[in-house]
């Protein structure tokens, strides 16, 4: 299976469905620990794609694959 090519408005789709609903939120931040964690709750706090550059990890790469498992 190809791995999708997200743009950065699928990504602020993306997470302005999980700031919507709270289930699915709450559900990407349990496949997350730690300074992951927080760093994703913060870019969830924030509600904007750009905020993913703060970090240096792959937190946004992370963020997708668990939007792609839990929704």
């Known amino acids: 299976m ?3 090519i997200y743009t950065n408005d699928d ?3 993306m997470l302005m ?16 620990s730690g300074r ?3 760093a994703m709750a913060d870019v969830f706090e924030d509600g904007y794609y750009e905020r993913f550059d ?13 939007y792609e498992k839990c929704s």
């Open 11 to 13: 990504i602020q789709d």
């Open 36 to 38: 992951d964690k927080s």
């Open 54 to 66: 703060r970090y240096d990890s792959d937190i946004c790469e992370q963020f997708i694959k668990a």
């Open 17 to 32: 469905e999980c700031n919507e609903n709270c289930n699915l939120k709450d559900s990407i931040l349990k496949c997350f």
């Open 2 to 4: 190809a791995k999708k």
